[in-house]
């Protein structure tokens, strides 16, 4: 697939809000999609990247190769901010992850098991501090 221009890719708008930690709920005002807020769908997504099995179902989509989903990619690390970062469940497998996935040779790769089974020893080990 040919690579997308960067200026003619749609423009992201800025990260949504991180939520007070002392009120977590969305105000009244705040648009929700689904009945969840955008912090919260982006929140669950990039969650989701800690899972090398995760990885792997994108590639086998095809999404890694897409430039506009290359580009949200890209827009996502922002949760390696303080800030946002606080929210992830398991944040050093996620932003792991979510560096990974800005090199095209990881994006490429990530459709083999080989590279599959690393990411999952790495992931482990993260979980049980080894």
């Not at 979510?98 to 790769?109: A, I, P």
Request: no cysteine; hydrophobic share 35%.
């Amino acid at each position: 697939m040919a690579s997308a221009n960067v200026a003619s890719l749609p423009t992201i708008p800025p990260p949504p809000p991180s939520p007070p930690p002392s009120n977590p709920s969305p105000s009244p005002s705040t648009p929700l999609y689904g009945g969840y807020t955008r912090f919260e769908l982006e929140l669950e997504f990039t969650s989701l990247l800690s899972s090398p099995l995760y990885l792997n179902h994108l590639a086998a989509l095809k999404l890694l190769q897409d430039p506009y989903f290359i580009a949200y990619l890209a827009y996502l690390r922002y949760w390696s901010r303080p800030e946002y970062v606080r929210f992830l469940r398991w944040p050093a497998q996620t932003l792991r992850a979510l560096e990974l996935l800005q090199e095209e040779e990881f994006r490429r790769d990530v459709l083999g098991e080989g590279v599959v089974g690393r990411l999952g020893e790495e992931v482990g080990k993260g979980f049980d501090g080894g």
